[in-house]
């Protein structure tokens, strides 16, 4: 393990449960029954833990859609062909994809990084380069990436959320964008998890039966052919994984390591949590999960990684938009506390003793 990734590990600290007992009396004495509000209390507290304050602020919050290709999409488990991952990032700079109008919607900045868009294309200034290389390697044959690429790919994430950390930003959007990744994540939670492709294999792009066949049997060769270490995250990113969800596991180790909670989205945000978590278990009590994707492994790493998701709308897009949409809870939990009234300033009787 490289360095940088050791000392990010290492920073992160255990979240503080002292913030959230005070961010749960701010709560106590608002004008309602005592846990009135469920689940936005709860989530109240465990923001108020992650950033080590009892009232945090969201000033400034950003969705990061890092986006890659992934040699896998030659074995046909996919219903749409590789170009769209350029031709989506294209989108995502002019502000016409599902993620824009959901970020604008909750105030966010939407940053897209390439961290291995297949060819030379011409993005603009409106992309991050971090490119780790042109696309993985089919992994049903061998290896999606080297283990360097791999250490790479997470010290570009992490790097990421340090210059995030010097901007201000205090809560991250993950998201994502890569025609075949369903088929990596699903392959990494198999393999963590260590349970049968069929059990976390779902239709992605939305695949017919015979393709989601062929899908299984593409994530069971790999597993077969590359023997993924599920006690080595970095071993099973390497060998199943793509250059954006080793991304995405450094982004939210970085973030982590700052005390700046991470709105974690679908599938393959999930997979990259997984690793991280595997790699760092002090960074589960930064992690948000966003909402529930339909994705059948999706559901697999949810359950390892702790409170259920905020959401469930039935969503299958990526690009971050179930973090975009958390978001807007993250905000009104925390407006709560600001701004509805006290039982002493509202005059209102409290409960009888």
């Known amino acids: 393990m490289s360095e940088l990734i050791s000392k990010t590990i290492a920073a992160i600290e255990p979240p503080d449960e002292r913030a959230a007992e005070a961010a749960q009396k701010w709560n106590d004495a608002k004008t309602k029954p005592p846990g009135a509000l469920g689940r936005l209390e709860e989530l109240a507290r465990r923001l108020a833990a992650a950033r080590g304050l009892a009232l945090p602020q969201l000033a400034r919050k950003v969705v990061v859609v890092m986006a890659a290709d992934h040699g896998v999409t030659v074995e046909g488990v996919s219903a749409y062909p590789a170009e769209v991952t350029p031709q989506m990032v294209h989108n995502f700079v002019r502000g016409g994809a599902a993620i824009n109008v959901l970020a604008r919607l909750a105030g966010a ?96 792009t939305g695949i017919d039966d015979a393709t989601l066949q062929r899908k299984v049997r593409v994530i069971e060769r790999a597993l077969a052919v590359n023997r993924p270490d599920p006690a080595d995250p970095i071993d099973v990113l390497a060998k199943l994984g793509g250059f954006e969800i080793g991304g995405l596991c450094g982004l939210m180790l970085g973030a982590a390591s700052l005390r700046v909670p991470t709105l974690v989205d679908g599938h393959i945000s999930g997979a990259a949590a997984l690793l991280a978590a595997r790699l760092a278990p002090l960074a589960r009590g930064y992690l948000f999960a966003s909402h529930r994707s339909v994705e059948v492994g999706h559901g697999r790493a949810l359950a390892e990684l702790g409170p259920p998701p905020l959401l469930d709308l039935g969503m299958r897009l990526g690009e971050g938009t179930g973090a975009a949409l958390a978001m807007l809870l993250c905000e009104a939990a925390l407006r709560v506390q600001t701004e509805m009234a006290s039982f002493a300033e509202a005059g209102v009787s409290g409960k009888k003793e």
């Open 109 to 204: 900045k939407v940053m897209v990084v390439d961290m291995g868009v297949r060819g030379t294309h011409d993005f603009g200034p409106g992309v991050v380069s971090m490119k780790i290389g042109d696309g993985t390697a089919n992994l049903a044959v061998g290896p999606a990436m080297t283990r360097e690429q791999a250490e790479r790919s997470i010290e570009a994430g992490i790097a990421l959320a340090v210059a995030l950390g010097e901007q201000g930003v205090d809560l991250v959007g993950t998201g994502d964008m890569g025609i075949g990744n369903t088929t990596a994540s699903s392959a990494i939670v198999a393999a963590l998890c260590k349970v049968a492709p069929s059990e976390v294999t779902g239709r992605g």
